[in-house]
């Protein structure tokens, strides 16, 4: 089994969507174990505001087939360059991180010791 964590946001009825999506990932993955949610606004600055959620799970699948999926499932909730309906990132699988601009952003450095 390999180790992911995955970045969990929405800035498009956040709170059903986040909800929805922690529900998916505790029925798709093993051993899931969520952080709380946090509030953070866009980084790009447009004044809108994202509700964040770390996950942390166990899987037998690939990376490559985890980053399928998690891509699949945004698509299939409607998100799109101006409604982030969800947004579903692979941070980590195994030892191995990714976006690794996003791990010093400070709802990054907030959340990991809830999973951890």
């Avoid at 990376?63 to 698509?75: F, H, S």
């Avoid at 191995?96 to 990054?108: A, E, G, M, N, S």
Wanted: proline letters at 5%; one cysteine or more; a neutral charge.
């Amino acid at each position: 089994m390999s180790k992911v964590i995955i970045a969990i946001g929405s800035n498009t009825c956040p709170a059903v969507h986040v909800q929805w999506a922690s529900q998916w990932l505790s029925h798709t993955f093993h051993d899931v174990r969520l952080s709380r949610t946090l509030w953070t606004p866009d980084i790009k600055g447009t004044g809108r505001y994202y509700m964040n959620r770390l996950a942390i799970a166990t899987t037998t699948l690939s990376r490559e087939a985890v980053e399928q999926l998690l891509k699949e499932t945004e698509a299939r909730t409607g998100r799109n360059p101006d409604r982030v309906t969800l947004d579903l990132d692979l941070m980590q699988y195994d030892d191995t991180r990714y976006h690794l601009k996003d791990w010093p952003r400070p709802y990054i450095q907030q959340l990991i010791p809830d999973i951890l």
